[in-house]
């Protein structure tokens, strides 16, 4: 009886999770970044749902709690790199994300290791890992000439 009662429990908690409202927006960028088409791609494949106004919401992202985390991380990212916002940043600031960019692929931290299982096609190969910091340090070269 106690068993049953748990995951009666458990059930009503779950439905009752549904009806807790979660942003899953995709605003209008107010000017995205402008890259090279090879690089374009690999920033659209493993940052943009996450980096990005441009956030492909999986299925999964509709089911409490699970959508509570994946709301959560998609604003936190935007928050510390939005490519479709690139337009308003100041030019130090650019250099700044750009120099986070290079240092988080270097150590292998993005795309976050949760976010790999189930998004296979946003891990980066070494050849992509490469292309993407020898672009990072290039941008933010001219970037700091261009001053």
């Keep these: 009886m106690t068993w049953r009662r748990i995951g009666l429990g458990l059930v009503v908690a779950f439905v009752l999770a549904q009806l807790v409202p979660v942003a899953r927006t995709n605003p209008p960028g107010p000017g995205e970044i402008t890259t090279p088409m090879e690089i374009d791609g690999i920033l659209q494949r493993a940052c943009y749902d996450c980096h990005s106004n441009d956030t492909r919401w999986p299925w999964y992202a509709w089911v409490a709690p699970a959508s509570w985390l994946v709301a959560w991380d998609v604003r936190h990212a935007r928050g510390h790199l939005n490519f479709s916002a690139w337009e308003q940043y100041e ?15 270097e150590e292998d931290e993005m795309p976050l290791w949760y976010y790999r299982p189930l998004h296979p096609d946003a891990k980066l190969a070494d050849a992509e890992r490469e292309q993407l910091i020898a672009w990072a340090k290039a941008e933010r070269a001219r970037l700091a000439t261009a001053q």
């Design 91 to 105: 030019p130090k600031k650019k250099r700044h994300k750009l120099e986070e960019l290079v240092e988080m692929i």
